[in-house]
């Protein structure tokens, strides 16, 4: 189902006009794209964020209704909030349904936990991709690109040309020289019982050190005699 995203066009700009729509509970943004001016828009801070927190308004066609005209959009940037996480800015790029996007869609892996790897082997999972760039027209575009694990074995790898895409779906960054892998299954780390044990002495010697050097250091600046200012 595709998300509907409202907003509305707005005249004033600059960062005070900003800081005062945030006050006010609205978020600024901007729509572009598809050879059309630029247009400044606001949008309800409240139900912009209950939108942003779902996965599909990242990564598929939003129907972006502005004074009542409805357009099809990407997401394409937005600025939040350090601390808070709040959003602070959107664009949104127009897009044309016979024109090719690039957009980063996640990866969602599936049967991670009986994985012949994990499960017999004693493994564990190693992400090294989360997400990829692919290149499609806008009608083919898929929310996410499932990855199924289940077979993968210990030291075994799963690069980019074993996924199964969607029709119409180009993965922008595989070529004939480069296939990344996506992920891995790998041994565990295992710590040895002594490690910390030597680590801990070193310190406490290291700290033994110190404290003499200090106490020296402390001696000396004791005859020293005071500088006239």
């Known amino acids: 189902m595709k998300i509907t995203v409202t907003a509305e066009k707005r ?4 960062t005070g006009a900003s800081r005062r729509l945030r006050r006010n509970g609205k978020v600024p943004g901007i729509l572009y794209g598809n050879h059309k001016d630029a247009v400044s828009i606001v949008l309800d801070s409240k139900t912009l964020h ?9 990564a598929s066609i939003l129907e972006l209704s ?8 990407l997401l394409r940037d937005y600025q939040l909030e350090p601390v808070k996480g709040t959003i602070l ?8 349904q016979n024109e090719k996007i690039h957009v980063n869609v996640p990866f969602h892996f599936i049967n991670e936990d009986i994985a012949k790897g994990v499960k017999l082997e004693g493994g564990v999972i190693s992400h090294i991709m989360t997400e990829v760039d692919i290149a499609c027209l806008p009608k083919d575009l898929p929310q996410f690109i499932e990855v199924d694990l289940v077979d993968l074995g210990l030291g075994e790898s799963v690069h980019l040309s074993e996924l199964n895409l969607p029709e119409g779906v180009e993965l922008t960054a595989l070529t004939e020289e480069n296939d990344p892998a996506i992920t891995s299954i790998v041994k565990p780390k295992v710590q040895k019982a002594d490690e910390p044990v030597a680590a801990s002495e070193e310190a406490g ?5 110190d404290g003499d050097s200090s106490t020296e250091a402390s001696d000396e600046g004791s005859n020293e005699e005071p500088k006239e200012e």
């Open 50 to 58: 209950q939108q942003f927190h779902k996965e599909a308004f990242h």
């Open 89 to 96: 800015h959107v664009d949104f790029q127009r897009v044309n």
């Open 11 to 14: 005249d004033v700009k600059g």
């Open 205 to 209: 010697e290291d700290d033994a050190s």
């Open 66 to 73: 502005t004074d009542g005209t409805k357009e099809s959009v």
